[in-house]
């Protein structure tokens, strides 16, 4: 699981997002399994699982200040790369959360209406990147986030690390 890598501040002009209403953030170390945004979690195959990459990013101008993602928008697009051993196509589950001043994740931003307020990106083949836009006024301008992935492939199986 790919996490706090890349962080976005907004510095276009956006609209506050509640806090979500549910109890406190689900634990950013936890195994994805725990909260099943993308599908079901098949154990079969369970040596082949997907890996999110190492190269977050956030944009859609992919500028980068001192280590940190910066976008200058009404509409943010987060990236990373997915990668599965018997190359499986696979999608990444995309969290993203406000983060103190110490830049470790606070309070989770509801990025949908679902339960767990996460976007799932399209099926995209091994090695390659998967992207979700994110809809204007869900990240509100001059606050930095931080943001993880998840992959889930099509055989059924959940990254676990």
């Known amino acids: 699981m790919a996490m706090g890598v890349a962080a976005a501040v907004l510095l276009g002009s956006g609209t506050a997002i509640a806090a ?3 109890g406190s953030p689900p634990d950013p170390e936890a195994a994805p399994s725990s909260r099943p945004a993308a599908g079901p979690e098949s154990r079969v195959m369970a040596g082949n699982r997907p890996v999110s990459g190492k190269n977050p990013q956030a944009g859609p101008a992919w500028t ?35 983060t103190d001043a110490f830049g470790k994740p606070k309070t989770q931003v509801k990025l949908d209406d ?3 307020g996460v976007l799932v990106s399209k099926f995209v083949p091994s090695g390659s990147t998967a992207e979700v836009k994110v809809a204007h006024g869900k ?8 943001f993880h992935t998840s992959a889930y492939d099509d055989s059924g199986l959940y990254e676990t690390e």
Do not use: C, I
Not at 69 to 93: C, G, P, S
Not at 139 to 146: A, E, I
């Open 139 to 146: 990240l509100k301008p001059g606050v930095t986030y931080t």
């Open 20 to 22: 979500p209403e549910q």
């Open 64 to 98: 980068q200040v001192s280590g940190v993602w910066q976008v200058n928008t009404t509409e943010t697009v987060l990236r990373n790369t997915v990668t599965d051993k018997d190359n499986d196509t696979a999608n990444l589950t995309f969290e993203v959360y406000t």
């Open 114 to 116: 679902s339960q767990y």
